[in-house]
């Protein structure tokens, strides 16, 4: 330790310098530090008029873009998400048609114009007054709730009349709907007419039920109603599997719907964020 301390003033003292001499005779290094400046680089003028390159990419530039979903497309997609089971006869996510319509307004939040949406006004649009219902019995899947919509439905196409009635209410409706729902069966020339006249509707509360083939997500998930077979038979049978499932493994418990099983919200998820986007 005594040497390095004696050895670095040392090697100090000895250090060779760099004469400091007229501008003529200045060791070249020093020149060149005087000679640094700081300039960019020449661009070339940008010509309007001159073609733009083409990129041998920008074929697939349209495959990449994102493009806003309509706010009704999207309201749609994000009810149709809400109420499909993830599996046959699996729990409801929400105890009352009030939940839902919470969770409805909630995930709008994220669409760029999906504050000015009302709910109940997009709900009666989309031909669904039974979600305005609170009773447990006119969730979406329910017979009631079927007979309920598809009853308003028929009343608004001017299919069925109550006369004396200004305003038809729950009984009218459930009648209305009850008399076009029988003419769902097998060999029946009338059911394809009401299928076509009731096929968002019907196709909704198939899909809310669990039905197998109805339960495919937008817009893959649309059945043509004029290949559409289904008949009223088939819905209730699966509510009477459903029914029987619940019954034999609750024991006695309700626990067919459960508010911890509402889906987690994320605003990362482009079903939620009123984007879609698709690449290759």
Known sequence: M???ALA???ARANA????IEADGQ???VV????EIRNQLPERPQFDPAAPMPVSPFASFRPTFECRPIPVGEYFA??????VTPRSACALSAYASNAELRTALAEILQFHPHGK???????????GLPSLLCDEPEYLPGTLAALSYDVGANSVRIGRMEFLGVDHPGEAEYLFAGESELAFLHEGNRYAPRIRQDHAPILAFHYRAAGMPGHTALPPMGYVDATRDQTQLSDFTAQLARC???DTHHTSGRNTRHSASRQPALSPLDAMQNGLTCSIL
């Open 26 to 28: 200045r060791h070249e």
């Open 243 to 245: 029914r029987h499932r």
């Open 77 to 82: 997609r994000a009810l149709a998400e809400l």
């Open 8 to 10: 670095i003033p040392q």
């Open 2 to 4: 005594p040497f390095l």
């Open 116 to 126: 000015a949406l009302a709910v109940p006004s997009h709900i009666l649009a989309a």
């Open 16 to 19: 060779p310098s760099v004469p």
């Open 31 to 34: 020149i060149d530090m005087q």
